[in-house]
């Protein structure tokens, strides 16, 4: 029962273009965060939010930006994609953390 | 920051055999997930489990928290239990990003 969403699942993009991936979730946390996975990998948090209008940069560096207007909303954004970023994106939430983490599907995403 | 260790790396197994997947981690945690990747890169949540033992079907996972370790079962797998399992951790610090800290994961793959 998914109750976080994300779109697209995947994506083909030429180098240079401005993307953003949405996410979106019905279950009122005030928690969200951003995950990259490599193929075969283990993930690592590039952004999180603890509510709205508050976004900060997670473990791991990352060229994309993030925005928190709305609880249930939590869109990326890279401004112009390179082929170095070409990985899957994954968002979760929580509700500080009582209940563990809920991911979305993720998107796969192909910088060419 | 706090590691995460999981062991076997890789695990090849017969249809109906069963398994045992450790993880380790190295200071006190508030909450332990255990979560199962399919090939199509979706992220399952297994396992809520800080500590104690907890049952759901053919699994079954237990966390020794003043030990630091926590154990995944899966008893007569099935194909369908392919993929790679997560082990994941977070401390709250009281400040700073409380998401997540993954391991580097299990590839199980089961045989028919």
């Known amino acids: 029962e998914a109750d976080i969403y994300q779109t697209p699942r995947y994506l083909v993009i030429g180098t240079g273009k401005k993307i953003t991936l949405e996410c979106s979730q019905t279950?009122?946390?005030?928690?969200m965060y951003w995950y990259q996975q490599d193929p075969g990998m283990e993930l690592h948090l590039i952004h999180y939010?603890?509510?709205?209008?508050?976004?900060e940069k997670g473990d791991l560096s990352s060229e994309s930006t993030v925005s928190r207007i709305r609880t249930e909303h939590f869109p990326l954004t890279l401004e112009s994609a390179r082929p170095s970023h070409t990985s899957q994106y994954l968002c979760?939430?929580?509700?500080?953390?009582?209940?563990?983490?809920?991911f979305g599907s993720g998107t796969r995403l192909t910088v060419v | 920051g706090i590691q995460v260790e999981q062991s076997p790396p890789d695990l090849i197994l017969q249809e109906g055999a069963n398994s045992t997947l450790r993880c380790n981690f190295s200071?006190?945690?508030?909450?332990l997930q255990w979560f199962h990747q399919n090939p199509w890169g979706q992220l399952i949540n297994l396992f809520y489990?800080?500590?104690g033992t907890k049952q759901n079907g053919r699994l079954s996972a237990t966390t020794v928290a003043t030990e630091r370790y926590s154990l995944l079962y899966i008893s007569s797998s099935q194909t369908t239990d392919s993929g790679v399992y997560f082990c994941?951790?977070?401390?709250?610090?009281?400040?700073?990003?409380?998401?997540?800290?993954f391991g580097k994961g299990t590839h199980l793959i089961i045989q028919p």
């Open positions: 200071d006190s945690v508030n909450n």
């Open positions: 979760a939430s929580s509700e500080y953390g009582r209940y563990g983490y809920t």
């Open positions: 994941a951790v977070v401390k709250y610090s009281g400040g700073g990003a409380d998401g997540l800290t």
């Open positions: 939010s603890y509510g709205v209008n508050s976004t």
């Open positions: 279950m009122g946390h005030d928690k």
């Open positions: 489990i800080p500590s």
